[in-house]
């Protein structure tokens, strides 16, 4: 092949000199098809403008390497996306997120959902945890380490670098870091535990929607695969998940392109659900008529979820009764404690004086019971 169109030159139209080249033999059709591709897709990326501009038809001539329909974690996290996994603290997100990093460094499934294994290294960036939490969580006594794939990376943040007094702000310092490591590394995959540690605006949730813009501009620049994780404040466990329950602002998922999250049965001890509240790439395939059921387990020397079933979310939801009930016995207990008697706890409850008298009785029992064992 002697034709370059990134180096064409000549006055005559790129697609005449392809026509000359074939007809002298120096290139095949099937070739000058893709020069020709090539070219178009250099004419509109190699300029300044604000915008780049094709037809609609040529949008849909995707290159392999970016399509989106490659699964990471199952229909959860595609390639390409920006996804955030959300939940309450101590859910086991970070637990989720290394098995996730885990599987696709090694090439294993989680639960029987779809992945594509990464040759590339997949860096989680861990905000979390010490580096004695996370050898106890990945080490056992008996089994002794686990072997986590050479390309499976974890960084975590220096204590001891300068570099941050050079930018105007963390945030500049942070996301600078981020490139100077997909630079160095040639990463594609990142996982980020979590956004919650890495914001400076705490409570109006500016500085974490700065941080997805910023990501989202990153994910685009070097066509990666990035999973956030973040926090959801203290909610109502009686009511379902819902894409308004991510701390900071809901705004926060109009950057991502899926999201996932991870609730706590209040019906089955121990259990755990996934729930998926957005996917761009197509329907969800685990709303709550369908979560997945789950258990955190360290059968050997591995912290990780292990996904069992599906259910409706509806099943593991604090009935209003049982919600009222514990909302009950629980002021009734403090104003006992502090020597209220029981017609006075009825009269600042709204219950009656008999169910007041119901409730002492019964937690008294409770109380001696416990101290009985």
């Keep these: 092949m002697t034709y370059y169109p990134s180096y064409h030159t000549a006055e005559r139209p790129m697609e005449i000199e392809l026509i000359r080249s074939m007809v002298r033999g120096d290139i095949t059709s099937e070739e000058a098809f893709e020069l020709k591709k090539k070219h178009d897709e250099e004419k509109w990326t190699n300029t300044d403008d604000a915008f780049i501009a094709k037809t609609a038809a040529e949008w849909l001539e995707v290159p392999k390497d970016e399509r989106t329909d490659a699964m990471l974690f199952g229909p959860l996290w595609h390639k390409g996306e920006l996804c955030i996994l959300f939940a309450d603290t101590n859910v086991g997100k970070s637990i989720l997120a290394v098995q996730i990093g885990d599987s696709l460094s090694k090439g294993y499934s989680i639960g029987g959902l779809l992945h594509t294994k990464q040759t590339d290294p997949v860096l989680y960036f861990d905000f979390e945890l010490t580096a004695n939490q996370f050898a ?65 605006s705490t409570e109006s949730g500016a500085g974490a929607i700065k941080l997805m813009q910023s990501l989202k501009m990153i994910k685009n620049k070097y066509n990666l695969s990035i999973l956030v994780l973040a ?56 709303p709550a008529e369908c979560v997945l059921l789950c258990r955190i387990v360290k059968p050997t020397n591995f912290l990780k979820f292990d996904i069992t079933e599906t259910s409706h979310e509806a099943n593991h939801l604090l009935t209003y009764t049982e919600q009222q009930r514990r909302t009950n016995d629980d002021r009734v207990s403090k104003l006992h404690a502090q020597g209220y008697s029981v017609r006075r706890i009825a009269t600042e409850t709204g219950l009656s004086y008999s169910a007041v008298f119901r409730v002492i009785k019964r937690l008294e029992k409770l109380d001696t019971d416990d101290g009985a064992k």
Excluded: W
Excluded at 138 to 163: M, Q, T, W
Excluded at 166 to 178: G, L, P, R, V
């Design 136 to 200: 106890s969580r990945y080490s056992d006594h008996i089994y002794g380490k686990h072997e986590f794939a050479p390309h499976f990376h974890r960084l975590v943040i220096n204590p001891d670098a300068g570099r941050e007094r050079k930018f105007a702000s963390f945030h500049d310092y942070i996301i600078n870091a981020f490139e100077n490591v997909l630079v160095t590394t040639k990463a594609r995959t990142m996982i980020i535990d979590n956004i919650t540690c890495l914001r400076t």
């Design 231 to 286: 926090h959801t404040p203290k909610r109502n466990p009686a009511r379902p998940i819902t894409r308004n329950d991510l701390q900071g602002s809901k705004m926060l998922l109009n950057f991502a392109d899926s999201a996932f999250t991870i609730g706590e049965s209040q019906t089955q001890q121990g259990v755990r659900y996934i729930k998926q509240v957005k996917q761009r790439s197509g329907q969800l395939s685990y």
